[in-house]
């Protein structure tokens, strides 16, 4: 199960808020309007009465998370259809009315992901692309999960521009027109779905509608999730507009355990984890990802049985090497900008050492075709510089950290010898201990 939301603020600020509290219907709402007195939350304060893993966000966190609820993102229509100009608050706003209207009530709202993270720390080398809004509500029906997708089919109907035609447009028409990706998970330990509207740029609003899910995370930077619910109260309550003097208290939590140290490990560009055979098959690629911009492991970390652990269960959740390159391919895409060639190069460079190094329980000939894959990949995003890639191919040694130096643009391994190498390095079986 998910972490328990057990971060309520103090009430003793509740008389000035009277008349809104009234309005509101759930106890979280109850006291983000309680926090709206005058002088403002203290994060310092509202920290020291939660726990290790919550914690009040500072004036500067909140500004941020309001512009960036407020930031109009175009989801793209395929074919004819227009696209919709739609700011984050507002679907949120529409898609939970909406389900409380329809019986399904939303226990709370989050921001998750490296959204998340880039309201708590800006200048943490990562940036973000989707927009990942997680509504914690009840999934144990099959008709809880097809009403969530009605739902947001609906709300897409209610974005379309001025003048056109709705009368003929079905959701299935929507869905095929706005939704790039449809997931639904159903087991023992997980229950959610995941509707990602489309984005022609990356930038993809993931809803994210989540009962239960066994681990949220891979490590404790992308870690956090951002409570919603006081600051869209905020704005549909309070005609002041707000300052530093006056606006809703706002919680964050790390589902890794510990909000201070997590945020630290953010700020420091530190890669730390909990319980790494829990992670799936992505997170190899995450930790590589962080490798190339920059984040190390912590010097408490067992940094080879950590690859050995994701590189095992990588090869579990994607067996053949079709899967593996249709794997490789979204992930780039979707982490790296269409010009951030340089970097997709050393994405690819740093798996191709961190699987030769780390992988176990695998026949030699599997290996060797998907560290050929690997090394396939890598020369193709050098590839895709053209003229700029030739003078790369003047070879200098890279650091051992695997990351692009700044006073060069690219630099290229030598990968036949490489994979020569690995190749004759390990038996057929590799022993598991």
């Not at 227009?82 to 329809?102: G, H, Y």
């Amino acid at each position: 199960m998910m972490p328990s939301e057990s971060g309520d603020e103090s009430p003793d600020q509740a008389a000035a808020q009277v008349e809104t509290a009234e309005a509101l219907e759930t106890a979280e709402a109850l006291e983000a309007a309680a926090a709206q007195a005058s002088g403002g939350p203290d994060p310092e304060a509202s920290t020291a009465s939660l726990g290790r893993h919550l914690s009040g966000l500072g004036w500067p966190q909140v500004k941020r998370l309001d512009a960036l609820l407020s930031e109009p993102i175009p989801i793209h229509g395929r074919g004819n259809f227009p696209t919709l100009s739609v700011q984050p608050r507002q679907i949120v706003q529409v898609v939970r009315s909406s389900l409380e209207a329809k019986g399904l009530h939303v226990r709370s709202v989050r921001l998750h992901g490296s959204a998340a993270s880039h309201v708590l720390h800006p200048e943490n080398g990562l940036g973000y692309k989707d927009l990942d809004l997680v509504f914690r509500v009840d999934l144990r029906s099959e008709a809880s999960f097809q009403l969530t997708k009605e739902v947001v089919l609906a709300c897409l109907l209610d974005f379309l521009p001025a003048g056109v035609s709705r009368a003929k447009i079905t959701p299935l028409t929507l869905k095929e027109a706005y939704v790039q990706k449809l997931v639904k998970v159903c087991t023992d330990t997980d229950r959610w779905s995941l509707i990602s509207l489309s984005n022609k740029s990356g930038k993809n609003v993931e809803l994210k509608f989540v009962d239960s899910v066994r681990r949220q995370f891979e490590f404790s930077v992308d870690s956090f999730q951002i409570m919603l619910d006081s600051l869209l109260l905020f704005s549909q309550c309070s005609s002041t507009p707000m300052s530093e003097a006056f606006h809703p208290t706002v919680t964050g939590e790390s589902l890794y355990g510990d909000f201070a140290e997590a945020l630290e490990h953010l700020r420091h560009r530190i890669i730390a984890t909990r319980s790494p055979e829990e992670i799936r098959g992505g997170g190899l690629l995450k930790y590589c990802h962080l490798l190339v911009r920059g984040f190390r492991p912590q010097p408490s970390t067992d940094v080879r049985a950590l690859q050995r652990y994701m590189c095992s269960r990588f090869f579990i959740d994607f067996p053949d090497v079709v899967e593996q390159q249709r794997t490789l391919e979204r992930y780039l895409e979707a982490h790296f900008s269409g010009a951030d060639w340089a970097r997709r190069y050393a994405c690819m460079v740093t798996l191709h050492r961190v699987v030769n190094e780390s992988t176990v329980c695998l026949m030699s000939h599997e290996r060797r075709q998907t560290l050929d894959l690997i090394a396939m990949m890598a020369l193709q995003a050098l590839a895709e510089q053209g003229p700029a890639a030739a003078a790369a191919l003047a070879w200098r040694p890279p650091g051992p950290d695997g990351v692009v130096p700044t006073t060069v643009n690219y630099y290229v391994t030598p990968v036949q010898p490489l994979l020569a190498r690995a190749h004759s390095c390990y038996p057929t079986w590799l022993p598991c201990n």
